[in-house]
């Protein structure tokens, strides 16, 4: 199958949100790298602009849960010449309590981001999307977003939401002209999932991936978002799940 070309006549432009760190980070190495122009969203602004410096892509340091950011990220984006990809990448799991010892707190803050922020980025971008006329939307969520397991409610119930949100989307906007694509990786062993999942506890961190062969790498998982923005637009890769040969199911991890 052929890809789409990056020419000098026609670059493919993309905005990619969570890209201080992990997924999102590798996203954008793995875009410029096929010559993409990106803008690279997160909220920390040194690590974005160590980035930009890095790969040449537009260092755009914002709050995808607040409205004012969302707006400034789009104003941005409009005043440099406009995307026809959005990749949401912004997202994360705090605490694995079961429900009984679940933790407001954890809950609404994966509810915002995951959830809302993601919301909030596609509603602000879809006009600008319709208007190109082949436009992808990619969301990244999680095998937590099919399958449910012990302590991980919260999470799943925000990745679940999310999932629910991409099925909608790909029903409203296809006769837009809109592909509405899912990745749904399992373990990645990315520098910050883990750690934020457990409130910076760095030995229960190292747990989660304990005696894994081979988790999953932040670039594992762009290289398949790379491919799936960059097959020809009528190809609609809807689900992607992807896990370690390791990790046969949720429940079932090979740890020597
Ligand atoms: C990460 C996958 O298994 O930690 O999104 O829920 S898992």
């Known amino acids: 199958m052929d890809m789409a070309e990056n020419t000098q006549e026609s670059i493919r432009r993309a905005v990619v949100t969570g890209a201080s760190t992990g997924i999102g980070e590798a996203t954008v190495r793995a875009l410029r790298a096929d010559n993409w122009h990106v803008i690279a969203v997160a909220r920390r602004a040194d690590r974005l602009a160590n980035l930009a410096q890095e790969t040449g892509a537009v260092a755009q340091p914002a709050d995808i849960t607040n409205d004012d950011d969302v707006a400034a990220i789009l104003a941005a984006v409009e005043a440099d010449g406009g995307i026809d990809t959005l990749i949401n990448i912004a997202g994360g799991a705090r605490g694995s309590d079961s429900v009984a010892e679940a933790k407001t707190d ?151």
């Open 106 to 256: 954890d809950w609404e803050w994966m509810y915002r981001v995951n959830v809302l922020g993601t919301m909030k980025m596609i509603r602000a971008f879809l006009p600008m999307l319709r208007a190109h006329g082949e436009g992808t939307v990619l969301n990244l969520s999680s095998t937590a977003g099919i399958v449910a397991y012990e302590g991980g409610a919260g999470y799943s119930a925000a990745k679940f939401a999310e999932h629910g949100i991409t099925r909608a989307l790909r029903l409203e906007e296809a006769e837009h002209n809109i592909r509405v694509v899912e990745v749904l990786p399992g373990m990645v062993a990315t520098e910050e999932f883990a750690l934020n999942r457990t409130g910076g506890n760095a030995e229960a961190a190292a747990k989660v991936y304990a005696g894994v062969a081979k988790p999953l790498t932040a670039e594992d998982v762009a290289d398949v978002v790379r491919y799936a923005v960059s097959v020809p637009h009528h190809v609609n890769l809807d689900d992607i799940v992807i896990r370690p040969v390791a990790q046969a199911a949720a429940h079932k991890v090979i740890r020597n």
